[in-house]
T-cell receptor, first 113, second 112 residues
Framework: EAQVTQNPRYLITVTGKKLTVTCSQNMNHEYMSWYRQDPGLGLRQIYY???????DKGDVPEGYKVSRKEKRNFPLILESPSPNQTSLYFC????????????FGPGTRLTVT | QKEVEQDPGPLSVPEGAIVSLNCTYSNSAFQYFMWYRQYSRKGPELLMYTYSSGNKEDGRFTAQVDKSSKYISLFIRDSQPSDSATYLCAFFVAGSARQLTFGSGTQLTVLP
């Protein structure tokens, strides 16, 4: 089954404790993105990747890191999480260079206390 | 002014009703106009897209774009309880290879 998977689905952590949210897709897509979703603000892009070893900032990259060492994986790293990073995070992938059709993972709900 | 404005709802309608969901936008560069549907505890999924003014129909769903007014709509005919979800409008500039711009979403509940 073609899908984007994320782990963990739910995470509660404390300020400053480094964490990684994994994302994997099995569709051989070149393009992958991370979004955060907050009430009233919709989905905002954090980082995206055009291909292996090629990443760039989205709208809200501060406090996040990404890496793309393999085509299928695109982990999101929070080196020192803060309460304002409490959010619902989505990974997405796309094969189209126009990117309008993206396939989203199920989401990771992160709470930073 | 926000780049995209979408009424957050929530919107509650009886089964069989016609639903109208709307977004306005300010960026004239937007070329692709999309609607994503997001069920509770799931990621968004693409429902419809269009890249020109006018109407596009897919079953019970019709997407309408008015570029001159910078206004897009999604109509759902004969709404079903299974249509209960959050609907997000989204916009894209061809060749930007960067990002979709999303509305904040309208939460719809169709009551049986």
């Amino acid at each position: 089954e073609a899908q984007v998977t994320q782990n963990p689905r739910y995470l509660i952590t404390v300020t400053g404790k480094k964490l990684t949210v994994t994302c994997s897709q099995n569709m051989n897509h070149e393009y992958m993105s991370w979004y955060r979703q907050d009430p009233g603000l919709g989905l905002r892009q954090i980082y995206y990747s055009m291909n292996v070893e090629v990443t760039d900032k989205g709208d809200v990259p501060e406090g996040y890191k990404v890496s793309r060492k393999e085509k299928r994986n695109f982990p999101l790293i929070l080196e020192s999480p803060s309460p304002n990073q409490t959010s619902l995070y989505f990974c997405a992938s796309s094969t189209s260079p126009t990117l309008y059709e993206q396939y989203f993972g199920p989401g990771t709900r992160l709470t930073v206390t | 002014q926000k780049e995209v404005e979408q009424d957050p709802g929530p919107l509650s309608v009886p089964e069989g009703a016609i639903v109208s969901l709307n977004c306005t936008y300010s960026n004239s560069a937007f070329q692709y106009f999309m609607w994503y549907r997001q069920y509770s505890r799931k990621g968004p999924e693409l429902l419809m897209y269009t890249y020109s003014s006018g109407n596009k129909e897919d079953g019970r769903f019709t997407a309408q774009v008015d570029k001159s007014s910078k206004y897009i709509s999604l109509f759902i005919r004969d709404s079903q309880p299974s249509d209960s979800a959050t609907y997000l409008c989204a916009f894209f500039v061809a060749g930007s290879a960067r990002q979709l711009t999303f509305g904040s979403g309208t939460q719809l509940t169709v009551l049986p």
